[in-house]
């Protein structure tokens, strides 16, 4: 998650949860008392061992938190009503009361927070831009799936869930996928500028063997219609060789990745998201 007011942002990489503090030299803080925990969410210290972000926090002047599901085999609820839902509770709501508790403590603007996250975090960042479309900015999310592919499963863990959808055998319509982010929060009233959805920027490995590379098609007919954008052309190549960028609409709301030969775990872009973020 990023935080940020004039120079200053927040991130919240969604596997983990810890803070990175805004100083010269920034340093790692578990951070306990930020409020309301339905979700038990935790804070793991070493994921920032997994990407830059950090030493792009500490030149750029922003925080970045870390959380962590301690549950279902530390994947995050996505199956649940509560967290499907704005204020429901369960884990979107623990990292919603994260967001709160930054601004308040560290005088940051709370227009600029944006989410990234991998598999499981992915997941959540499609289920917090469909819940609290008024917390987040922008988000970006690697190897992930649409909001609700796992409502009503059993579980959110390869090991438990229904995994139908992340298998690539549930295909409903545009239409029905955009209402089904739009029922995670039936009160949000979507306004340009003044009050705008967040924008999505999807990551998928076209061998991906845990999500199926054709769940990214149900992302974007989702996403498309829920941010009223049709495709608009492709740049190859971009960001590295192999990657097909997918430019939707004058491409400032929604892009979309496609990363030719990539497995699960697509490598980090971070120069890429934090332009998506308007951080660099």
Same mark, same amino acid.
């Given at each position: 998650?990023?935080?940020?007011?004039?120079?200053?942002?927040?991130?919240?990489?969604?596997?983990?949860?810890?803070?990175?503090?805004?100083?010269?030299?920034?340093?790692?803080?578990?951070?306990?008392?930020?409020?309301?925990?339905?979700?038990?969410?935790?804070?793991?210290?070493?994921?920032?061992?997994?990407?830059?972000?950090?030493?792009?926090?500490?030149?750029?002047?922003?925080?970045?938190?870390?959380?962590?599901?301690?549950?279902?085999?530390?994947?995050?609820?996505?199956?649940?009503?509560?967290?499907?839902?704005?204020?429901?509770?369960?884990?979107?709501?623990?990292?919603?009361?994260?967001?709160?508790?930054?601004?308040?403590?560290?005088?940051?603007?709370? /227009?600029? $927070? =944006?989410?990234? !996250?991998?598999?499981?975090?992915?997941?959540?960042? *499609?289920?917090?831009?469909?819940?609290? %479309?008024?917390?987040?900015?922008?988000?970006?999310?690697?190897?992930?799936?649409?909001?609700?592919?796992?409502?009503?499963?059993?579980?959110?863990?390869?090991?438990?869930?229904?995994?139908?959808?992340?298998?690539?055998?549930?295909?409903?319509?545009?239409?029905?996928?955009?209402?089904?982010?739009?029922?995670?929060?039936?009160?949000?009233?979507?306004?340009?500028?003044?009050?705008?959805?967040?924008?999505?920027?999807?990551?998928?490995?076209?061998?991906?063997?845990?999500?199926?590379?054709?769940?990214?098609?149900?992302?974007?007919?989702?996403?498309?219609?829920?941010?009223?954008?049709?495709?608009?052309?492709?740049?190859?190549?971009?960001?590295?060789?192999?990657?097909? /960028?997918? $430019? =939707?609409?004058? !491409?400032?709301?929604?892009?979309?990745?496609?990363? *030719?030969?990539?497995?699960?775990?697509? %490598?980090?872009?971070?120069?890429?998201?934090?332009?998506?973020?308007?951080?660099?």
């Amino acid at each position: 998650m990023f935080f940020s007011s004039l120079t200053r942002a927040f991130a919240l990489f969604l596997s983990l949860v810890t803070l990175v503090s805004l100083t010269l030299t920034a340093e790692f803080k578990q951070i306990l008392n930020f409020g309301n925990n339905p979700g038990h969410a935790n804070i793991a210290l070493e994921e920032s061992q997994f990407s830059h972000y950090q030493q792009y926090a500490d030149n750029l002047g922003f925080i970045v938190i870390y959380p962590e599901s301690v549950k279902d085999y530390k994947c995050w609820d996505v199956n649940r009503y509560e967290s499907l839902h704005h204020y429901g509770g369960s884990d979107s709501l623990s990292i919603v009361n994260m967001v709160h508790w930054a601004p308040v403590t560290y005088l940051i603007n709370p /227009k600029r $927070v =944006y989410t990234t !996250g991998w598999s499981s975090g992915a997941l959540m960042s *499609q289920t917090l831009a469909a819940a609290y %479309p008024e917390v987040f900015a922008s988000f970006s999310a690697f190897s992930g799936a649409p909001y609700g592919c796992l409502k009503d499963s059993p579980a959110s863990s390869l090991q438990a869930a229904d995994l139908s959808c992340i298998q690539g055998k549930i295909i409903k319509s545009p239409q029905e996928w955009g209402d089904l982010a739009r029922s995670a929060y039936p009160g949000f009233f979507p306004l340009p500028i003044i009050n705008p959805r967040p924008k999505m920027q999807p990551w998928h490995g076209t061998e991906d063997d845990v999500i199926t590379y054709a769940v990214l098609n149900e992302e974007i007919k989702q996403w498309t219609n829920v941010l009223g954008v049709s495709f608009s052309h492709n740049e190859t190549d971009t960001p590295r060789p192999g990657y097909t /960028k997918m $430019v =939707y609409g004058d !491409g400032s709301q929604l892009v979309v990745y496609s990363c *030719q030969g990539v497995g699960h775990r697509i %490598p980090n872009e971070e120069v890429t998201v934090l332009k998506w973020f308007e951080i660099l």
